[in-house]
C-alpha cells in the first residue's frame, strides 16, 4: 500500500531453491574450476604427504590420479590405491595446461594417459 490507500503491484521472478544438475551436453553448466585455488588447498598437502610416503617406502617414482580423483600406484600391472581420493579434482581438460605448470613448479613431471594423469619424480 502507498500513503493514499492504494495497493500497488510489482512483478517478482522467483527462482528454484534447488540447485539445478549440470546438463553433460552442455559444458558452460560445468562449475569453473581453478586449478591453482584446487591445488594449494586440496591437492598439494594430499599429494606431498603420499610422495613423501611413497618415497620411504622406496621403488616408487610415480602415481596416478583418474577423472574422479582416485589415487593409485601400479603394482605390477595391477592397480593399488593409495592415499583415497582427491576431492574436486579438476577434469580432463583442464590436466594438460595449467595443473601441468602447477605440478611442475613443484618437481612433479605430469604425463596423460587415457585413464589417468601420471605424476612422477625424482627419488
Known amino acids: 500500500m502507498d500513503a493514499r490507500g492504494s495497493l500497488t503491484l510489482q512483478m517478482m521472478t522467483i527462482e528454484s531453491l534447488h540447485k539445478k544438475e549440470p546438463s553433460e551436453g552442455n559444458p558452460d553448466s560445468r562449475p569453473a574450476v581453478n586449478p ?4 594449494s588447498l586440496i ?3 594430499l599429494l606431498m604427504e603420499l610422495v613423501g610416503d611413497l ?3 622406496g621403488g616408487y617414482e610415480k602415481l596416478f590420479i583418474n577423472e574422479q580423483g582416485d ?8 592397480p593399488e590405491v593409495r592415499g583415497g ?5 579438476p ?7 595449467e595443473l601441468t605448470e602447477i605440478f611442475t613448479e613443484d618437481e612433479l613431471t ?4 587415457e585413464q589417468a594423469l601420471e605424476l612422477s619424480w625424482i627419488s
Open 43 to 45: 591437492g598439494k598437502p
Open 91 to 97: 577434469p580432463k581438460d583442464y590436466w594438460g595446461g
Open 55 to 57: 618415497q620411504a617406502r
Open 110 to 113: 605430469t604425463e596423460e594417459t
Open 36 to 39: 591453482k585455488s584446487w591445488y
Open 85 to 89: 581420493k582427491l576431492e574436486h579434482f
Open 71 to 78: 589415487v593409485y600406484i601400479l603394482n605390477g600391472t595391477e
